[in-house]
């Protein structure tokens, strides 16, 4: 989907995810744009994060956190 992504979403990741969490919602526009047949089960959660960050920064690590775990019902 975005081609700067290391890891580009598939059908495949799509098929096997539970929950699909995306940073804005112009990722989950594009999801449903893109991948429509795949998603009429999936949950997709948007993180109202600006797409901002660098790889792992960790500033997006504990903004990840802060936002998912609760979701996941995982404490810290």
Do not use: G
Not at 19 to 31: A, R, T
Not at 51 to 59: N, T
């Amino acid at each position: 989907m975005d081609r700067y992504a290391q890891v580009p979403v598939s059908t495949e990741a799509i098929i096997w995810a539970d929950i699909i969490f995306v940073m804005e919602k112009s990722h989950k526009n594009k999801l449903s744009k893109n991948f429509q047949p795949f998603l009429k089960d999936k949950k997709i959660i948007c993180l109202d994060i600006p797409d901002e960050y660098e790889y792992m920064e960790p500033a997006l690590i504990e903004l990840l956190k802060h936002k998912v775990l609760p979701i996941l019902k995982i404490k810290k």
